[in-house]
Nanobody
Framework: QVQLVESGGGLVQAGGSLRLSCAAS????????MGWYRQAPGKQRIVVASITDGGTTNYVSSVKGRFTISRDSAKNMLYLQMNNLKPEDTAEYYC???????????WGQGTQVTVSS
């Protein structure tokens, strides 16, 4: 099993930056793709960015050029650098990892990001 703990959320003004972190523990060997999702009030949870174990990244179009996902396998960490934040980025952000070994995805508890205009 895998446990995930996010940190780094908070309140920031539009144009500001935040860096989210996700610490993974447990059966780390089983992790393949890692990603960040977000869910705004009254909306569905969507993928923001993902990174494979080979380092291939993907981003939702609305954050391209502003957000950067990275992972440090030696430290079992996942990061999301968010620059030029906009009020529409306000949401609960969740860390997710896929485990082909266990045949499922694991989720963190979420961290709130609020961007004021």
């Amino acid at each position: 099993q895998v446990q995930l703990v996010e940190s780094g959320g908070g309140l920031v003004q539009a144009g500001g930056s935040l860096r989210l972190s996700c610490a993974a523990s447990g059966s780390i060997y089983s992790i393949s793709t890692m990603g960040w999702y977000r869910q705004a009030p009254g909306k569905q949870r969507i993928v923001v960015a993902s990174i494979t174990d080979g380092g291939t990244t993907n981003y939702v179009s609305s954050v391209k050029g502003r957000f950067t996902i990275s992972r440090d396998s030696a430290k079992n960490m996942l990061y999301l650098q968010m620059n030029n934040l906009k009020p529409e980025d306000t949401a609960e952000y969740y860390c997710m990892v896929e485990s082909p070994v266990f045949g499922r995805a694991y989720w963190g508890q979420g961290t709130q990001v609020t961007v004021s205009s």
